[in-house]
């Protein structure tokens, strides 16, 4: 015998024999109360597992008696299970044929599960006992349209008249709250018609009416992590693994979401400490952020990983990577503020000042209140009459971008060529002289940080 079983029927019999005792000296129904009282004080307190334990008791030891099944039923619905619930009430009409209040949450019940046909019959007896009620006299008339219009919803998926599909479904659902089928048929369509945060909400309450749903736990999370909801999908995951441990797809789909989920977390913290080499370095690559959600698709996820990209890649003045990033995440929001701000930044990198103008006009159309937009197109207008004038950059042959390094190698093969001393060209002194001033000029400004950056903002640091 198993041990579970052996200890079972142990207590058992020491409840028989505990019963009988107490037989000898109360009769059943005092006994019985004992319980009841003892179940009345844990639902005062919401302790309803202890209270139905008390119920069970009762009932053990008064089994004839209609209003304890009554209240374990309303504490079922405490609870949320309606089939217990159901079952009580059941037996209580049983015990009791016609007790109105038994058959007026039965009906209620069957009502919201779309047993259509015993709903009516449990709420026609009850009307006919209380004909003045208009909620019930309502709730009936809702039954008997809900019935024809359950008819109609399969001829209109058929049809792929999806939108009064849903039309028809929301009206069932309304009254069937609790029916997963027709909550199913619904997430279905919502997702054919691209709706998927309607479809997560369908998905997320039949995955309360039936907990133990693996297939629709998987559906779920796999989402919510379309839509970006990456937690949420993590936590719709554990729920699967919870109930089946050893499910491939569950195991699986959860080691892939646990590593987006801290790779996302490590990219939200080097972004906020402005570590954008590192950053690159965990948007980049076969298993990097920037085809991670490519891959996904998750357009919010899109926006947030092609914005930090956006960032870094300017910052880093790489100039290239910044514009593809920057494009990507404006074709995904145009009206992203930090995005224009970014690529109008990368536009005077490439020395494309009207293009930069017009991106920090954007920005300021959407929020004026921020100064950098108007500021930055100012700063643009500025370096571009300054590129119609000298230009440093075009002196040593660099580009905006370049390191101080780049500039004093650039400098030194350019003080190599004009050097009046080693010139071996065509010009005369006077004209190789004033080219070697302008090249010392140009180093003087640009390997200086603060004459560098007075330039970059399209003042010219040698006019007074």
């Known amino acids: 015998m198993y041990p579970c079983l052996s200890s079972l029927l142990l207590w058992t019999s020491l409840l028989i024999v505990s019963l009988l005792a107490r037989a000898g000296s109360a009769s059943p129904q005092v006994e019985a109360k004992k319980f009841l009282d003892e179940a009345k004080v844990h639902l005062s307190q919401a302790r309803y597992h202890e209270a139905l334990s008390a119920y069970e008791s009762a009932i053990a030891i008064d089994p004839s008696n209609y209003m304890t099944y009554f209240r374990r039923a309303a504490t079922y619905l405490n609870m949320g299970r309606t089939t217990p619930a159901i079952h009580d009430f059941s037996k209580v009409l049983e015990l009791k044929p016609g007790f109105e209040q038994a058959l007026l949450q039965r009906g209620r019940l069957y009502a919201k599960d779309c047993a259509l046909e015993n709903a009516y019959n449990d709420l026609s007896k009850y009307h006919d006992i209380r004909p003045n009620d208009e909620e019930i006299d309502k709730l009936i008339g809702d039954i008997v349209e809900v019935k024809r219009i359950i008819d109609t919803v399969d001829s209109l998926i058929a049809k792929k008249a999806n939108d009064q599909a849903i039309d028809a479904l929301n009206r069932i659902i309304s009254l069937c709250p609790l029916h997963v089928q027709h909550r199913l048929k619904r997430a279905e369509l919502h997702q054919l018609s691209g709706n998927n945060e309607m479809a997560i909400g369908d998905y997320r309450r039949i995955a309360n009416i039936q907990p133990n749903s693996i297939s629709i736990l998987i559906k779920l999370a796999s989402l919510q992590t379309k839509t970006g909801e990456i937690s949420q999908a993590l936590a719709s995951i554990r729920e699967c693994l919870k109930y089946d441990p050893d499910q491939k797809s569950c195991k699986s789909t959860y080691r892939e979401l646990r590593r987006l989920d801290k790779g996302l977390t490590l990219a939200d913290s080097l972004y906020s400490k402005s570590k954008w080499s590192d950053l690159k370095d965990e948007l980049e690559g076969d298993r990097g ?140 002194k006077e004209s190789v002289a004033k080219k070697m001033s302008e090249i010392n000029e140009a180093y003087e400004i640009l390997s200086d940080d603060e004459l560098r950056q007075k330039f970059d903002n399209g003042e010219d640091p040698n006019v007074s």
């Open 289 to 428: 952020l920037l085809t991670e959600v490519d891959v996904l698709g998750a357009r919010n996820l899109q926006i947030k990983v092609f914005g930090m990209a956006c960032k870094a890649y300017r910052e880093l003045k790489d100039a290239s990577k910044a514009l593809v990033a920057c494009n990507r995440l404006l074709q995904l929001d145009p009206e992203n503020f930090e995005g224009l701000l970014n690529r109008a930044e990368v536009k005077i990198l490439l020395e494309e000042y009207d293009q930069a103008m017009h991106d920090f006009q954007q920005a300021n159309q959407i929020n004026g209140q921020d100064r950098r937009a108007h500021d930055g197109y100012h700063r643009a207008q500025r370096l571009m009459r300054q590129a119609s004038r000298k230009d440093y950059y075009k002196i040593l042959g660099v580009p905006r971008t370049a390191s101080k390094r780049e500039i004093k190698k650039a400098f030194r093969k350019l003080a190599q060529e004009w050097h009046p001393d080693k010139y071996s060209g065509d010009l005369d």
